[in-house]
C-alpha cells in the first residue's frame, strides 16, 4: 500500500529540477502534501541543510554537501534521489543506518558529460577562447592550434561517460587508451579502444580526459607523480569530480609550461573563488560544473529522480539503489 503521499514533505535541491520540463514539477507538486525548493541556485552546504531537512519525507538532491550532520537532522527521511550519477558527497553509510534510501540516476546525463568532453578538448587543442577574446579585441592573429585527428587520448575511469565519450572520439580518427582496473579489456575494446595500465597511458595520451568516481583511492589522484608522467605539452580535461586533482600541483605544472592547458568542469570547492590560483591562467578554460546540464539530460536527470522519490514514499524500490543493504538489514559500520 505505502503511505499517503497527501502528507509527504518534498525538499527539491537542485535548481535546474523541471527548468526544461515544468510537468516534472508540476507532476510532484500535485503527487505530495507539499514541496519545498532551495531557497538560493547552487548546491548546499552542511549547516544550511540541517536547517532545511527537518520534517522531510522525501529529497531529490543535486551537488550538496550531505554528510552525517545532516542525516542526523532528517527526522523523517526515507530517500534521497541524487539528481545524476555521482553519490560522493553523501554519507551513504549514515543514511544506510538511519534506513534512508540513496538512489541515482545512471546513464541520464553521460552524453551530455561526453560532449562537453570533447567539446573542451576542441577549445583546448584549437585556443578556441583566447581566438574569440582576440577578435573581440580588435586583433586577428595567426593562431596555430592542436587537432584531434591521429592524436592519443587517455580516458582515466570507464563507466558509462567514458564509454559515450570513447565512441565520439572514433569519429574523430583519434587513438583512445583506457585506465580502469575494474572494466575488462573485451568492454574496452567494444568501444575501440584500448585497456592499458595508469602508468602506460599518461605518457602517451595527447589529451587525459577524468571519468573515475571519487573514491579514498582516487581522491587527489591527480597530483605531482601524476603530472610528471604525463606527455609534455598534453593537456587535462576534468568533467568528473574537482576532488580527483591536487589543485596546487596542477597550477604548477601549468605554470611550469610542463601542460599545454586544462579544461575544468568542476573544483575542489565550488563555485571557486574570482581569485583562485588556477582562474588566473589563461591556458585553463573553467566552466561552472555544466556538463550534465542539456535539455535532454535534464529531463531525463529529473524524471530519474523524481521516479524514485515517489517510488520509496509509495514503499517500491526504486530502479536504482546505492546503497541496497538498507533494505537487507545490514549493519554498515
Not at 579544461?263 to 565550488?270: N, P, S, V
Amino acid at each position: 500500500m505505502g503511505m499517503d503521499l497527501r502528507t509527504c514533505r518534498v525538499l527539491v535541491t537542485p535548481t535546474t529540477f523541471g527548468m526544461q520540463d515544468p510537468s516534472l514539477r508540476s507532476r510532484l507538486e500535485q503527487a505530495v502534501g507539499e514541496v519545498r525548493y532551495s531557497p538560493v541556485k547552487r548546491p548546499l552546504t552542511a549547516p544550511e541543510l540541517t536547517r532545511l531537512v527537518k520534517g522531510i519525507d522525501g529529497w531529490i538532491a543535486g551537488l550538496d554537501e550531505i554528510d552525517a550532520s545532516v542525516v542526523a537532522a532528517a527526522d523523517r527521511l526515507k530517500v534521497i534521489a541524487r539528481y545524476g550519477v555521482g553519490f560522493d558527497r553523501v554519507d551513504v553509510a549514515a543514511a544506510t543506518r538511519r534506513g534512508i534510501v540513496v538512489a541515482n540516476t545512471p546513464g541520464a546525463n553521460s552524453a551530455a558529460v561526453a560532449e562537453l568532453t570533447i567539446g573542451l578538448m576542441l577549445a583546448l587543442g584549437r585556443r578556441i577562447c583566447p581566438s574569440n577574446q582576440a577578435v573581440r579585441s580588435g586583433q586577428w592573429p595567426r593562431i596555430s592550434g592542436v587537432g584531434l585527428m591521429r592524436k592519443t587520448v587517455g580516458l582515466v575511469g570507464f563507466g558509462s561517460i567514458g564509454r559515450e565519450t570513447a565512441r565520439r572520439l572514433a569519429v574523430f580518427g583519434c587513438r583512445v587508451l583506457v585506465a580502469d582496473p575494474y572494466v575488462s579489456p573485451e568492454a574496452v575494446s567494444d568501444c575501440g579502444a584500448g585497456s592499458v595500465p595508469l602508468d602506460q597511458l599518461l605518457p602517451a595520451s595527447d589529451f587525459v580526459c577524468l571519468h573515475a568516481a571519487v573514491t579514498p583511492a582516487t581522491a587527489g589522484m591527480v597530483n605531482d607523480s601524476f603530472l610528471h608522467k604525463m606527455k609534455p605539452g598534453a593537456f587535462l580535461v576534468n568533467t568528473a569530480r574537482g576532488e580527483l586533482i591536487d589543485e596546487t600541483a596542477l597550477r604548477q605544472s601549468l605554470e611550469s609550461g610542463r601542460l599545454a592547458g586544462a579544461a575544468l568542469d568542476c573544483f575542489q570547492k565550488e563555485p571557486p573563488e574570482s581569485d583562485h590560483p588556477l582562474l588566473q591562467l589563461p591556458q585553463v578554460i573553467a566552466t561552472p560544473h555544466t556538463g550534465a546540464h542539456t535539455d535532454e539530460a535534464v529531463n531525463a536527470m529529473g524524471r530519474m529522480a523524481l521516479d524514485a522519490c515517489l517510488a520509496v514514499l509509495r514503499e517500491e524500490r526504486p530502479a536504482h539503489v546505492v546503497n541496497p543493504d538498507v533494505y537487507t538489514g545490514v549493519n554498515v559500520q
